[in-house]
Structure formats: C-alpha cells, structure tokens
C-alpha cells in the first residue's frame, strides 16, 4: 500500500523558513518523480515544486523561484521543500505528490498518489 506522510508545517512569520518534508513507503521511491502542490479552501490545488527521479532535475514555479527549493534522499524515501522568505500568501495546506508514468509535472491529474497534507500559515 503506497502511503506518502508529509510533515513539517506550521505557523510562521512572513520572512521565516520552514522545511517541509514528505516520507514515502509501499513503492520503490526513486521509480517516481515527486511533486509538491499547494491549495487554500475553495481552490484547485496549484503544482509548487517537482523534483525527478533520481534529483536532478528541478522544476519550481514562477511564484517560489528564488524562495523555494526541492529536493530528495532516495535512500531514505523522503522528498524534502525547503521554503524560505515566506509570504502570507505562501499560507496553504501543502501536499506531497509521486508520479509513476510521464504526464504534465504541474497538474494534479499528472500524479498518482497523494500525500494528506500539512497546514502552513504565514503571519504578517
């Protein structure tokens, strides 16, 4: 059973730093490419970060570039994204994501499992 557990979350002063980080068991982790997605209540969940299956390759969107980094320990099944200068509108619940087959990296329906997400919240 594939089961993705993300922690990490909290509450922070915009500026501060958080590492998120998201654990996998049940798969062969470096089989996947992973992903982090974010999305606030009423929205769609919005693609974050994606990292490929060995970690070299990265992909970051335009709204993190500069702030955000993701990368991964195969060895240890863990995707990790590193946020820093956080802004309060960073504020969402975060989830991690693995894809087992070649899709769109920066749609939801690109991935195949899910992680239950973690709450991050960005003072002002």
């Known amino acids: 059973q594939v089961q993705l557990v993300e922690s990490g979350g909290g509450l922070v002063q915009a500026g501060g730093s958080l590492r998120l980080s998201c654990a996998a068991s049940g798969v062969t982790f470096s089989n996947y490419r992973m992903g982090w997605f974010r999305q606030t209540p009423g929205k769609e969940r919005v693609f974050v970060a994606t990292?490929?299956?060995?970690?070299?390759?990265?992909v970051l969107a335009d709204s993190v570039k500069g702030r955000f980094a993701i990368s991964r320990d195969n060895a240890k099944n863990t995707v990790y994204l590193q946020m820093n200068s956080l802004k309060p509108e960073d504020t969402a619940a975060y989830f991690c994501?693995?894809?087992?087959?070649?899709?769109?990296?920066?749609?939801?329906?690109?991935?195949?499992?899910w992680g239950q997400g973690t709450q991050v919240t960005v003072s002002s």
């Open positions: 994501a693995a894809a087992a087959r070649a899709s769109r990296w920066d749609a939801s329906y690109g991935y195949d499992y």
């Open positions: 990292i490929n299956r060995i970690g070299g390759t990265t």
